[in-house]
């Protein structure tokens, strides 16, 4: 654990950088790419400036990254789809939506993104605190709840477990590491979170003891019924400090995803540079759900949008 809290300090220094430092010779007459990313204590923030780090460094000088922060999914999906960015992480169901002009673009279907590859399958849960006394889902009724950030896929996951369980709560939307903080300091009762480890959850650990909310058998039957894009599975022990059994919970899966406005050449060198040898050493140091990169050519065909020309080509050679 200390070696992850250790790399998303790295990470979130890094992006500091990015913000305050001198434009490199010829960078201002760069083609520059927008990255909508996250927001700090977010499993974002430390992937998307993992890969702004590594294609900056890996990408011919005419091409620059640029990090824009972000709630999350949500709020990536539709800016993606609206023309205001040229790359993002987003989940299957955004995805899926923005193309069929549902949920998030309710009526205002997109034909702009377009999927380079599949970048993991992502836990989503709830954590309180183990002096809460709150041991299943159903113990969250009432309570106050941060549902995720502020146009997160964490707050939107959040919200669809609670309603397919009937749970009502208290809710609310912070930043990531707000909400650590608010259930550090006894503000609120627990917070939900995808992905793992998730920094603000690491930290918080290490001053309090944790408890990751299980969630049943019956619990999941409802919560997969809600949308396809949900599946069955399980958090491993030991991602957190105090957790020492897997903990059950629900999975999707989260891509990178383009701009159809991109060039297919720089498509795919993004595609080329995350999947050479030196690029996948690199990104899993960074964050180690970055292990799960793959090309899911059948989950690509269930969600409906296209891949990026540039991301095909790349497909069509390294299957």
């Known amino acids: 654990m200390k070696k992850c809290l250790g790399l998303s300090l790295i990470a979130a220094i890094t992006l500091s950088l990015f913000a305050v430092a001198p434009q490199a010779q010829g960078a201002d007459k760069a083609q520059r790419f927008s990255f909508s990313a996250s927001n700090p204590g977010g499993t974002w923030y430390t992937m998307a400036g993992g890969l702004v780090q590594l294609l900056n460094d890996k990408m ?20 993606l789809a609206m023309g205001e960015a040229d790359i993002t992480l987003t989940y299957s169901s955004h995805l899926w939506e923005a193309k069929n ?18 970048l993991y399958n992502s836990s989503h849960y709830f954590v309180t605190l183990k002096d809460k006394n709150i041991r299943s889902m159903q113990d969250l009724a009432g309570k106050k709840v941060v549902l995720g950030s ?14 397919a369980l009937g749970i009502t709560v208290d809710e609310s939307e912070l930043a990531f590491k707000d909400a650590a903080r608010a259930l550090q300091d006894g503000h609120v009762d627990a917070l939900g979170m995808s992905g793992h480890p998730a920094s603000g959850i690491v930290e918080l650990a290490a001053s309090k003891d944790i408890y990751v909310i299980p969630f049943s058998d019956a619990d999941l039957d409802k919560i997969v019924q809600v949308t396809p894009f949900f599946s069955k599975g399980e958090m491993p022990a030991n991602v957190y400090k105090g957790q020492d059994s897997p903990v059950p919970c629900f999975f999707f899966s989260v891509y990178l995803a383009a701009a159809k406005s991109m060039p297919d050449d720089v498509a795919y060198k993004v595609v080329e540079i995350a999947f050479s040898p030196e690029g996948k050493k690199y990104l899993v140091s960074v964050h180690p759900q970055f292990k799960g990169i793959t090309n899911d050519a059948a989950g690509v065909k269930q969600i409906g949008v296209p891949y990026h020309p540039g991301a095909e080509k790349y497909w069509q050679t390294h299957q």
């Open 60 to 79: 011919p000088p005419e091409y620059r990254f640029d990090i824009v922060a972000s709630g999350g999914s949500v709020e990536n999906t539709r800016r």
């Open 101 to 118: 002009g549902k949920g998030i673009l309710e009526g205002r279907p997109s034909d702009v993104p377009r999927i380079l590859f599949q």
């Open 150 to 163: 502020p146009g997160s896929g964490s707050s939107d996951n959040s919200r669809r477990s609670l309603a």
